[in-house]
Nanobody, 117 residues
Framework: QVQLVESGGGLVQSGESLRLSCYAS????????MGWYRQVLGEPRELIAS????GKTMSTDSRFTISRNNTAQGIYLQMNNLKPEDTGAYYC??????????????WGQGTQVSVLS
């Protein structure tokens, strides 16, 4: 069973940056896509970015860049020029194949990002 642990969230001012990290407790399986979701209280989780095992990336916002280090068994989300609307809990997810939206049991516990105006 792969366990995912996020870190790097915090309270920042508008315009600042944060880098989120997510590490897998066990060896990442081959052909896993990984990604980041954001959840605001009372709303469903929203896909932010994903990266396949061979490095293909997708991001819904040009201010956010996802990267992956298979040796370290981790992925990262660099978030620049943060805005108050970026506030939420950020979750890491892993799924078999290339579709990050596929049903998967592999979620982290979340890390909170709060952006002050």
């Amino acid at each position: 069973q792969v366990q995912l642990v996020e870190s790097g969230g915090g309270l920042v001012q508008s315009g600042e940056s944060l880098r989120l990290s997510c590490y897998a407790s066990n060896r990442l399986l081959h052909n896993t896509v990984m990604g980041w979701y954001r959840q605001v209280l009372g709303e469903p989780r929203e896909l932010i970015a994903s990266i396949t095992a061979d490095g293909k990336t997708m991001s819904t916002d040009s201010r956010f860049t996802i990267s992956r280090n298979n040796t370290a068994q981790g992925i990262y989300l660099q978030m620049n020029n943060l805005k108050p609307e970026d506030t939420g809990a950020y979750y890491c997810k892993a799924a078999f194949g290339n579709d990050i939206t596929a049903t998967s049991p592999f979620w982290g516990q979340g890390t909170q990002v709060s952006v002050l105006s």
